[in-house]
């Protein structure tokens, strides 16, 4: 039995758009995160913003300068989390004293 308060996991595929020596470069790539939201993707999920950096800029020397993800062309439920969705998002802002 699974509780429904926990977070759900999704296979993603995204479309992201990377700035690279001035010349804007659109590419598909996959995530797997709790986060369905491009935003709340690149807000939250450090990890896979940085796999997708690597993968969007590879060996250049240029600048690293920030990518975007477009949008979210697939989705699909893989499972369950063992933490509920606002424990991944960190600490509330308005708990810090």
């Known amino acids: 039995m699974t509780c429904p308060s926990k977070a759900t996991i999704y296979h993603l595929e995204l479309t992201v758009l990377v700035e690279r020596n001035k010349h804007r470069r659109t590419f598909?790539?996959?995530a797997v995160s709790c986060?369905?939201?491009p935003f709340d993707l690149m807000r939250y999920d450090n990890r896979?913003?940085?796999?997708i950096m690597r993968e969007g800029y590879r060996n250049s020397r240029a600048k690293r300068k920030p990518l975007q993800i477009t949008k979210v062309t697939v989705l699909k439920e893989l499972?369950?989390?063992c933490e509920t969705?606002?424990?991944k998002k960190g600490p509330d802002?308005?708990?810090y004293k």
């Open 28 to 30: 598909k790539t996959w």
């Open 35 to 37: 986060f369905t939201d």
């Open 48 to 51: 896979t913003v940085s796999r």
């Open 79 to 81: 499972g369950k989390s």
């Open 85 to 87: 969705l606002d424990d």
């Open 93 to 95: 802002s308005s708990s």
